[in-house]
């Protein structure tokens, strides 16, 4: 079965960089959810989307903005980095009606 | 808003031996919940959920318990396998809103 689709799977950017990262949902999904979990932590949740509209907000900082394109996928920008955006970066997908949300792999990024 | 916590960061287990994590939220509002299993490298992958208008559900091998009135959930994993060595996170969903993670408890299985 069709799975979430994280790319790039590892990053590694310099201080004040910036990375965008992509997330393709499963297909038939129409929610997209992004979680940051540092080193040893819980999946921090950053924001939402449904159905091309932002649907919830969390600690997302205002250095990162997010969407979602007409074909479902989001994707996560990151501009200004600091050492401690240095995370695994998750995208999880819900299907219509349901909440139970299915993570991809996730992005491993790296700030230098 | 809504606050999640596991009672133990790390727990280990005999080979064939029953698990039980532990998971305790504060909104008494929180209706549904479900259990993710992390491997190392990889992204959460749904277990198991319970909406609170249950106090039990089984699955293959698994087993989650709320306790609503002390706002309590818990995993079980029964004849636990050296593939089920992981961290398992609850997840809690707030009627819609966003899931809040609790900090991981790390399993391992003892051989």
């Known amino acids: 079965a069709a799975g979430v689709i994280q790319s790039p799977r590892h990053l590694i950017k310099e201080k004040r960089e910036t990375a965008t990262l992509k997330c393709y949902p499963i297909?038939?999904?129409?929610?997209v959810y992004w979680y940051q979990q540092g080193p040893g932590q819980d999946p921090q949740f950053l924001i939402s989307?449904?159905?091309?509209?932002?649907?919830d907000k969390g600690s997302i900082p205002d250095r990162f903005s997010a969407q979602q394109f007409s074909d479902y996928h989001s994707e996560l920008n990151m501009s200004s980095l600091e050492l401690g955006d240095s995370a695994l970066y998750f995208c999880?997908?819900?299907?219509?009606?349901?909440?139970?949300?299915?993570f991809g792999a996730g992005t491993r990024l790296s700030v230098l | 808003g809504e606050s999640v916590g596991l009672h133990l960061p790390t727990l280990s287990v005999q080979e064939g031996d029953n698990s039980i994590i532990n998971c305790a939220y504060s909104n008494s509002a929180s209706d549904y919940f479900i259990w993710y299993k992390q491997e190392s490298g990889k992204g959460p992958q749904f277990i198991i959920d319970?909406?609170?208008?249950?106090d039990k559900r089984q699955g293959q091998r698994v087993t989650v318990l709320l306790n609503k009135t002390v706002k309590h959930l818990s995993l079980q994993i029964a004849a636990t396998q050296p593939g089920d060595s992981a961290v398992y996170f609850c997840?809690?969903?707030?009627?819609?809103?966003?899931?809040?993670f609790g900090t991981g408890t790390s399993l391992t299985v003892i051989p």
């Open positions: 297909p038939r999904h129409d929610t």
């Open positions: 999880a997908s819900s299907p219509v009606g349901k909440n139970i949300q299915y």
């Open positions: 989307f449904y159905e091309k509209m932002q649907s």
């Open positions: 997840a809690v969903d707030c009627q819609g809103n966003q899931f809040y």
């Open positions: 319970i909406r609170s208008n249950m």
